[in-house]
């Protein structure tokens, strides 16, 4: 009876499973705050992409970690890059599961901010022709869609006229609409190595403490033609899903982000709680308030799970 009145089913369908990338060799390490989740170097990329597939996962996310980094990033639109190679890679060998690129500087830059710095601010507008840069490199390498998480204004519209004007016309983009400035963030820069050298993000992502700003930003990534509307994190931001899902007609996207992750995990190693229990309820609370995909760490154990099973 409960199967039949239920109102919200996850699936496999639902997921995108964030993929972390450095340059090397024989890379497959363990992320300590984040059990489970490692970084692969391209040799070994087929050890978790064979996973992803066999899950039907539909897309994966890819976050890279350089060797080379410098004051502006400028090995982000290097067409040899680690990010460039694996979606080369991904698309050769697993045809099945889309590639969405993160598209930032926090990984690529010396000071580990999300653009050009002018006296120890990012400057919007200088960040601009490198976002472009960045993102016809992806496409080149034939990433699927493209996902700029820096936070700069008129982010979507100039990255939406690079790919037009330069025969991309057809790949979409997600915005990171609203992307809080927030402690869950907290396990990830430790993974990829991107913790600003000084101050914090708070000039360019937003205060935890807007809800209505998330209105302005997601009009605004609207009109400039983001094809996918996202909020992150999301647990703690469920009350902005559901406005961005009732007020725009778009799919709208939730980041269930590390620190988010790494909670979980940490509680359920102590045997505080259930950690596949949480993990489900969570994923199924963010469907519930409104998210259509859901980006996670949990992706894979969660649809490994839903394909054994029918979920309670
Ligand atoms: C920035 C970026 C961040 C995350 C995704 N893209 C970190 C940040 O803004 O500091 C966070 C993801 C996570 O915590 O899982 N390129």
């Known amino acids: 009876m409960r199967r039949l009145v239920r109102e919200t089913q996850l699936s496999v369908n639902d997921f995108i499973y964030p993929l972390f990338i450095e340059e090397g060799e024989n890379i497959d390490a363990p992320i300590s705050s984040m059990p489970g989740v490692n970084r692969y170097s391209l040799d070994k990329l087929n050890i978790i992409m064979d996973r992803v597939a066999k899950a039907r996962i539909p897309a994966v996310l890819l976050f890279g970690i350089p060797t080379h980094k410098d004051e502006i990033g400028s090995e982000t639109w290097n067409d040899a890059g680690v990010i460039q190679q694996a979606i080369k890679y991904i698309k050769k060998n ?3 599961v889309a590639v969405i690129t993160d598209v930032c500087f926090c990984e690529y830059t010396s000071h580990g901010h999300c653009g050009v710095l002018v006296d120890e601010y990012v400057d919007n507008d200088l960040t601009l022709p490198n976002i472009q840069k960045q993102v016809l490199s992806h496409a080149r390498a034939g990433a699927d869609m493209v996902a700029p998480s820096g936070m700069m204004d008129g982010t979507i519209g100039s990255i939406r006229s690079a790919l037009d004007n330069n025969g991309f016309s057809n790949l979409p983009i997600m915005g990171y609409t ?31 403490a807007n ?8 009009s605004y990534d609207d009109m400039e033609g983001a094809d996918i509307l996202m909020v992150k994190p999301a647990m703690a931001y469920l009350d902005i899903v559901k406005t961005l899902k009732d007020n725009f ?7 269930n982000v590390s620190g ?25 609370s963010m469907k519930r308030a409104g998210a259509d995909i859901i980006i996670t760490y949990f992706a894979l154990d969660a649809a490994e799970l839903l394909n054994k099973v029918n979920y309670e």
Do not use: C
Request: net charge negative.
């Open 260 to 284: 988010e992750y790494s909670m979980v995990k940490a509680a359920a190693a102590n045997g505080w709680i259930d950690g596949d229990k949480l993990m489900m309820e969570l994923l199924l």
């Open 178 to 208: 609203a992307k809080y400035s927030s402690a869950f963030y907290g396990p990830f820069r430790e993974a990829v190595d991107s913790a600003p050298s000084f101050g914090d993000r708070k000039t360019y992502q937003m205060d935890p």
């Open 94 to 96: 697993y045809p099945s």
């Open 211 to 218: 809800g209505r700003e998330a209105m302005v930003e997601a």
């Open 249 to 255: 007609d778009k799919p709208i996207a939730a980041y």
